[in-house]
């Protein structure tokens, strides 16, 4: 609703001239970053709307002129391979082109790699694999484009051309978020045909040259996933392990439903999410895990901390508060008690527009002495 909002907003008061066309060049780049963003997050089940802000604020815009580049570059095969063989082989090569766009889309968004996206085994074994609901889909999008273009139509026909650029415009972005939802749905169904992603867990380098151990390959295309997590996480030391493993522990995880296993780990998990910068899988980890064990609290109140601010920079201010609702109840350090009760209020206040909670966790905060006192066992709303 916000990227609608804005793009309505822009749309009225810059319509026209360069300022028009620089706003139509920045919300379309934004729309698809958006796009994107949604795919990948639904293709993990992860079913909330992404933050504006933070798509905004994210600096990988580099998968926007990825898509341009994929959509040139099937362009150019496909009028190569007209202009040297004729229309026989030119025709096929395009309606299939055409077919595996969303599937090449798909790819991109959850594998950040144009490499990827542009790989005709990787896109053709996927339509195979999903088989007639890919086919499904694809008349439904080609629906949603249809109703788009009849809609903009009727808009300039009956409202005239000034209001019927704002509608148009919002209508358009409306029905592009439906049609990224959609395919990010259909690769989240079907994570488990795929080829890539959640379920895919292939490794881009031998295990020589990543020091990885040759086993887990195996266990995974076994469906052996425990002894897989066994084995990634029995090479955790020192929080110096590769953060592709990190991130393949992560997805194992949550397609296998193994919180007892990443519970046992989790400190050591997390720290090396952060530490390694792979800061986009900590929330939908942290929101399966307490989905999963709905009594679970990260131990470390440091690290917890840490933690919230990761997931409220990236839009998650509800998880944020679930991470430290209850931390100064699981130390006896009174700083950190005294920071988390803090930290929690401000999220509560600026964030959620709850100061009415907001303030008796700063009535609880002023409560608490500097110092430990005798015998404390932490402190709740209820003292």
């Known amino acids: 609703m916000a990227l609608l909002g804005l793009s309505i907003i822009l749309s009225i008061f810059l ?10 060049i920045f919300i379309t780049l934004l729309q698809l970053k958006y ?7 639904m293709s993990e089940g992860e079913f909330e709307a992404p933050s504006l802000p933070a798509t905004i604020t994210e600096s990988n815009y580099s998968i926007v002129f990825k898509q341009f580049a994929v959509v040139v570059v099937m362009f ?51 339509v ?6 890919y086919l499904l889909v694809y008349l439904y999008l080609l629906m949603m484009i249809s109703c788009s273009a009849t809609f903009g139509h009727l808009a300039y026909e009956f409202v005239g051309a000034g209001a019927a650029q704002i509608i148009t415009s919002a209508s358009g972005y409306y029905f592009a978020l439906v049609m990224y939802s959609l395919m990010g749905y259909m690769a989240y169904q079907y994570r488990h045909r795929l080829p890539f992603g959640v379920a895919g867990l292939e490794f881009t380098d031998t ?14 295309q076994q469906g052996d996933y425990a002894r897989a997590m066994d084995l ?10 590769p953060s592709a493993m990190i991130e393949k522990y992560v997805k194992i995880a949550r397609f296998a439903g193994a919180w007892e296993h990443v519970r046992g780990c989790l400190t050591s998990l997390l ?53 430290l609702k209850n931390q100064h ?33 700063r009535a609880l905060r002023e409560r608490i002495p500097e110092k430990p006192a005798p015998n404390d066992d932490g402190l709740s709303l209820a003292d």
């Open 329 to 361: 109840k699981l130390t006896s350090d009174t700083k950190l008690q005294r920071e988390s009760i803090g930290k929690l209020a401000d999220i509560l206040d600026v964030d959620l527009q709850r100061p009415d909670i907001a303030a008796k966790y």
């Open 15 to 24: 319509s026209s001239g360069l300022l028009g066309i620089l706003a139509a």
């Open 271 to 323: 720290t090396g999410l952060l530490k390694a910068e792979r800061t986009q899988s900590i929330p939908p980890l942290l929101r399966d895990m307490f989905a999963a064990q709905p009594e679970f609290e990260v131990g470390d109140t440091t690290l917890a901390l840490r933690l919230a601010d990761t997931v409220r920079e990236r839009g998650d201010s509800k998880l944020a508060v679930r991470l």
């Open 232 to 241: 990634l996480a029995s090479g955790w030391k020192n929080h110096a392990q």
């Open 207 to 220: 295990p020589e040259e990543s020091g990885e151990d040759p086993r887990i390959h195996v266990l995974l």
């Open 76 to 126: 150019i095969v496909t009028a190569r391979v007209g202009d040297m063989f004729g229309a026989i082989l030119g025709v096929p090569l395009a309606i299939i082109i055409v077919l595996v766009l969303p599937m090449s889309m798909i790819v991109l968004a959850t594998e950040q790699s144009l490499r990827a996206a542009l790989n005709p085994v990787t896109l053709v074994t996927s």
């Open 128 to 133: 195979y694999r999903i088989g007639w609901p």
């Open 35 to 41: 796009g994107f963003n949604v795919i990948a997050m």
